[in-house]
């Protein structure tokens, strides 16, 4: 007998294509809930916002936050500082981190992989347990209240991590090819750079989003290190909206939608070069 059209479509791997379907759909729907809720919040009123019952679909839409949220505070102020953290900590790990994994991807030494196990254990201690220390030094080099202070702490705090990113990427590299640069008369450092940098490129793009990420996300430095209202980020800016009395959701949902939509089109942008190096990374 042959099977029928139903049996014929039920195979097995339809079957746990549709269970991974069925497991992954709720887990994507909590995931992105609280951005719906961002985004309707962001669309209400004020007086819609604290009406009871609350809704999830406001009943009269309005853009009218978006406009209002960069008169009540200064959030092009926040949104340049935080762009200059996140630029700022990315290139200075960068230009620091590049050498260092690849001295380590090239090179053999003396207490190498005790070198990389460290760079690991650096990553379970957060900033929040130095800060006290960090504060004490930071003030002694009257250092207080500069942006400068939070973009280079926020890149020693992601030296490590990056580095053995990068150490990952520069070993799928083959060292074959420095060596005939070399035989072309170029030197170790003008192999590196003309030849394995332009490979590396996906790798080091990947690694910069994750360094630029820390860096406009970065809530804690800000908050211990800054004072002045024109140098404060854009996390700690958000908490304008939360005054002694009320807190504006709807004002403050819109300028945390616009927050987020940096990070979403910098993915879009760079959404090639990322993947293809968390892919060369993962492969090592």
């Known amino acids: 007998m042959s099977p029928s059209p139903a049996n014929r479509i039920l195979t097995p791997r339809t079957i746990k294509l549709i269970g991974i379907f069925g497991l992954l759909i709720p887990v994507i729907f909590v995931s992105i809930f609280p951005l719906l809720v961002m985004i309707s919040t962001s669309l209400k009123t004020s007086q819609e916002v604290y009406i009871p019952p609350p809704t999830f679909l406001p009943r009269a839409p309005t853009l009218q936050n978006y406009v209002d949220i960069w008169q009540v505070v200064p959030l092009g102020t926040y949104f340049w500082n935080s762009l200059l953290i996140g630029l700022g900590s990315t290139v200075a790990s960068l230009v620091l981190a590049i050498p260092a994994a690849y001295a380590l991807a090239r090179y053999r030494f003396m207490g190498k992989n005790l070198y990389i196990l460290f760079l690991l254990g650096i990553q379970m201690f957060p900033p929040i347990v130095l800060i006290l220390g960090l504060f004490r030094l930071v003030a002694g080099f009257n250092m207080l209240d500069n942006l400068l202070t939070i973009v280079v702490l926020n890149a020693v705090f992601g030296l490590s991590f990056n580095t053995w990113m990068l150490m990952g990427f520069f070993m799928t590299i083959p060292p074959e090819i420095e060596e005939a640069a070399m035989m072309d008369g170029n030197s170790r450092m003008g192999a590196m750079i003309r030849m394995v940098m332009p490979l ?80 060369a990374i993962s492969e090592k």
């Open 200 to 279: 590396s490129w996906p790798g080091i793009t990947a690694v910069g989003i994750f360094s630029f990420m820390n860096g406009w996300n970065e809530f804690t430095l800000p908050l211990t290190f800054l004072r002045s209202q024109d140098k404060l980020p854009l996390t700690i800016g958000l908490f304008k909206f939360v005054t002694r009395f009320k807190v504006e959701w709807h004002q403050l949902m819109a300028a945390s939608l616009l927050a987020t939509l940096v990070v979403v089109v910098l993915f879009m942008i760079v959404q090639e070069q990322l993947t293809r190096g968390m892919v």
